[in-house]
């Protein structure tokens, strides 16, 4: 047997010669690998809603949240208005995504399936 591509060359049972009886691979692996296709009614569900990001939107809107989030547009206000600074808002912004991730982490896993 040698392969050459995707066409495999049998030795012939008959007279023993290489290539006398040929098999294309790519039909055979047609009949020997299924193929799934997706029904069209299956594609159109509806679209999926990522739990996390729905409960970020809820969580932002949250006094504790609103609170650090002034604070950091404050900063940002401070930050963009000069041409000449050091400073970043980093803190502000860790501080926030650690209230709104805090808030979040609460009710998430309850919404995995």
Request: glycine share 4%; charged share 35%; with cysteine.
């Amino acid at each position: 047997m040698v392969i050459c591509g995707s066409v495999l060359k049998v030795i012939c049972g008959d007279c023993g010669r290489v290539g006398c009886c040929i098999i294309d691979l790519g039909k055979m692996t047609e009949k020997l690998v299924p193929v799934v296709r997706a029904d069209e009614e299956e594609a159109e569900e509806e679209e999926l809603v990522d739990p996390q990001q729905q409960l970020r939107e809820v969580c932002s809107q949250k006094p504790d949240a609103q609170n650090l989030w002034s604070k950091y547009q404050e900063c940002n206000n401070r930050v963009t208005s000069r041409s000449k600074t050091t400073e970043t808002c980093e803190e502000e912004l860790i501080d926030y995504i650690h209230v709104l991730d805090k808030c979040v982490n609460k009710d998430l896993f309850k919404r995995l399936k």
